[in-house]
């Protein structure tokens, strides 16, 4: 089959005829109808200092993914051939403390797809049954690609109540604009998208941001002034990754605000603990999706008219995934799916 492969230890991705997967007992066989990529697999595409590593070489990477199962092993009996499905990259030991009592999302053994493994954007996908999520098939193909980040966003934007609450994203990746997306229809009040990149804070506009700001040419706090907000953002979820954003956080929080933190940042940093202790803020660090209350919810919210196709700016044949992938090196794209059905 073909697979989108790490070859060498070196920058760049190579599309390589490899064996199809072989599936267990416990497993089920997906064939890849829409791929989509992330930030992860740039910086495999990249090889930074990361990915040299985690990944091997020799690997299938992606794990954004919906496709139709073809087959399961004999232990399935939830799923058949011919359902259409999405599936976290989170492979969770199941032992486990965390496991055992049902917060999957918080193993401590956790392995990924596409990083850990072999992964989605082949051909052919082997998983086990644990982590398959059986699609709604009103959804667009497209859409059911991005679930994994979409839950990224929903598990971020849901940590805290935002029903008529003031709400400040920093970062308008994909991500971010999906939060915005999520956090308005949830009945968030004022939602305040930060970045530094013109191009994408458009982008969250079209999302649902009430108000984006450049941070490089503007403040928060006049912001807040000019919104009438007077006690500081309710909720905030970091979707950046950066220090700086960070510490704009802490600094337009009001006293009891509530805080989500996605972004990975590249190291470790100061921030001001006096804001969090005399302010009684609330950190929260998110790590994927919670299996599978956010997948779930994300479900629901699309059924009730959570619309985030405006994410999806790039749609490409598999063979043209170079094209894909310098695209989000230009800063100018948002979700770029990848098409493995023709
Ligand atoms: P992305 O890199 O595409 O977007 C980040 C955005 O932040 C960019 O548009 C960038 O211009 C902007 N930015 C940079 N400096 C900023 C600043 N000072 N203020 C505001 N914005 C600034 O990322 P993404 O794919 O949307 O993912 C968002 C973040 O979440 C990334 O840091 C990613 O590594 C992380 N992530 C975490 C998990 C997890 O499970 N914790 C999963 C997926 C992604
Ligand atoms: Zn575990």
């Known amino acids: 089959m073909k697979a989108l492969v790490k070859k060498e230890s070196s920058p760049g991705l190579w599309l390589c005829d490899v064996p199809e997967p072989k599936i267990g007992i416990n497993d089920v066989m997906v064939k890849m109808r829409k791929t989509s990529i992330c930030g992860t697999d740039f910086h495999i595409y990249k090889w930074d200092a990361w990915a040299q590593r985690t990944v091997r070489e020799g690997q299938i990477i992606g794990h954004e993914f919906c496709g139709e199962i073809v087959a399961v092993g004999e232990n399935v009996h939830d799923f058949k051939p011919g359902d259409l499905v999405s599936g976290e990259g989170h492979l969770v030991c199941g032992r486990c403390r965390n496991c055992l009592a049902g917060r999957r999302h918080l193993c401590a053994h956790t392995r990924g797809i596409g990083v850990n493994t072999d992964g989605a954007f082949a051909e052919y996908l082997a998983m086990p049954m644990g982590n398959v999520w059986l699609a709604d098939p009103r959804i667009p193909e497209e859409i059911i690609s991005c679930f994994d980040p979409l839950g990224n966003a929903t598990h971020t934007a849901l940590s805290f109540d935002v029903l008529g609450e003031d709400v400040l994203i920093t970062g308008a990746g994909p991500i971010g604009c999906m939060a915005a997306a999520i956090v308005r229809h949830a009945g968030a009040r004022h939602v305040v998208v930060t970045d530094i990149n013109p191009w994408r804070l458009e982008l969250a506009k079209r999302m649902g941001a009430t108000r984006i700001v450049d941070v490089s040419k503007e403040d928060l706090k006049a912001v807040q002034q000019e919104l009438g907000m007077h006690e500081g953002f309710d909720v905030s979820l970091e979707m950046s990754g950066s220090p700086k954003a960070m510490e704009a956080i802490v600094e337009n929080a009001c006293h009891g605000g509530r805080i989500a933190i996605l972004g990975i940042f590249p190291e470790k940093f ?73």
């Open 270 to 342: 100061a921030i001001d603990w006096d804001k969090v202790i005399f302010n009684m803020l609330t950190i929260k660090g998110i790590y994927g999706r919670e299996m599978y209350e956010t997948w779930y919810k994300m479900t629901m919210m699309i059924q009730t008219g959570l619309d985030i196709s405006p994410v999806i700016t790039h749609r490409l044949h598999y063979t043209e995934f170079l094209f894909g992938f310098e695209a989000m090196k230009s800063g100018q794209a948002g979700k770029v799916v990848l098409d493995w059905t023709a």
